[in-house]
């Protein structure tokens, strides 16, 4: 209680809004459900697609506390195909998704759903992942983590579709897209966080970095005796 009676309000927490700005380029192919034939096919009809993106979140501790990690979106989808550049109407990114166990390793997902419509007026959701795993038989741990980091294995589906209803939803093409290494450069130098003061930023962009590299730790962490989740410990 205060001295005059009333009751004590909590403490408000700062909030801290962090964002970054991603751009990424591939090849699909219309028609065509499976990943690496739709990059490939693609690739060899010139048939590109890009997207480029900011995202953020306008609190970054509720966001790290978020077990789906969900953040909003926005930007624009650029192919020729579909009609030049066209402005994402909504976005959503999930930065790590518990993706279970795949052969006894934990995996962990990248989202990213993209509603916008051609140059015509057709919605259309561009839906994709990345798939974050340690192979059994890794042969440079520095190289998995560099594709499985940067290669968003995506689908162009017709309409605006919810994640529950992509099953049922018609397939416009699919198709692999990628960060190449000069725009990677170019997105390091992106991050932004603003707050309230400077120790409080850094702070907020600390505890970012550290969810970051935790949950790549947990899927990329040494298979060593004496490291791991319990395995091999004397």
Same mark, same amino acid.
């Given at each position: 209680?205060?001295?005059?009676?009333?009751?004590?309000?909590?403490?408000?927490?700062?909030?801290?809004?962090?964002?970054?700005?991603?751009?990424?380029?591939?090849?699909?192919?219309?028609?065509?459900?499976?990943?690496?034939?739709?990059?490939?096919?693609?690739?060899?009809?010139?048939?590109?697609?890009?997207?480029?993106?900011?995202?953020?979140?306008?609190?970054?501790?509720?966001?790290?506390?978020?077990?789906?990690?969900?953040?909003?979106?926005?930007?624009?989808?650029?192919?020729?195909?579909?009609?030049?550049?066209?402005?994402?109407?909504?976005?959503?990114?999930?930065?790590?998704?518990?993706?279970?166990?795949?052969?006894?390793?934990?995996?962990?997902?990248?989202?990213?759903?993209?509603? %916008?419509? !051609?140059?015509? $007026?057709?919605?259309? *959701? &561009?839906?994709?992942?990345?798939?974050?795993? @340690?192979?059994? #038989? +890794?042969?440079?741990? %520095?190289? !998995?983590?560099? $594709?499985?980091?940067? *290669? &968003?294995?995506?689908?162009?589906?017709?309409? @605006?579709?919810? #994640? +529950?209803?992509?099953?049922?939803?018609?397939?416009? $093409?699919?198709?692999?897209?990628?960060?190449?290494?000069?725009?990677?450069?170019?997105?390091?130098?992106?991050?932004?966080?603003?707050?309230?003061?400077?120790?409080?930023?850094?702070?907020?962009?600390?505890?970012?970095?550290?969810?970051?590299?935790?949950?790549?730790?947990?899927?990329?962490?040494?298979?060593?005796?004496?490291?791991?989740?319990?395995?091999?410990?004397?």
């Amino acid at each position: 209680m205060t001295a005059a009676g009333r009751p004590a309000t909590a403490a408000v927490k700062p909030k801290y809004h962090l964002h970054f700005t991603e751009e990424m380029k591939g090849f699909f192919t219309f028609d065509e459900t499976e990943y690496q034939r739709g990059f490939e096919a693609g690739r060899a009809t010139g048939s590109a697609v890009m997207f480029h993106l900011t995202i953020g979140t306008d609190d970054t501790y509720a966001f790290i506390a978020d077990p789906n990690h969900v953040t909003p979106a926005v930007g624009y989808v650029e192919s020729d195909v579909l009609g030049g550049r066209l402005a994402v109407e909504r976005g959503v990114f999930n930065l790590f998704v518990d993706a279970g166990e795949i052969n006894g390793e934990p995996a962990r997902h990248m989202l990213y759903r993209l509603w %916008f419509s !051609d140059a015509v $007026g057709h919605p259309l *959701t &561009l839906t994709g992942f990345k798939d974050i795993r @340690h192979p059994a #038989a +890794a042969l440079s741990q %520095f190289k !998995d983590v560099w $594709g499985e980091t940067t *290669t &968003l294995y995506t689908k162009i589906l017709a309409g @605006h579709v919810e #994640a +529950a209803d992509d099953y049922a939803a018609a397939v416009i $093409g699919a198709g692999i897209i990628h960060i190449l290494p000069l725009d990677f450069a170019r997105q390091l130098t992106t991050f932004r966080v603003k707050g309230a003061a400077l120790s409080g930023r850094w702070k907020a962009f600390q505890a970012f970095g550290a969810l970051f590299m935790g949950q790549l730790w947990e899927v990329f962490q040494p298979r060593l005796p004496w490291v791991g989740r319990g395995r091999g410990r004397p």
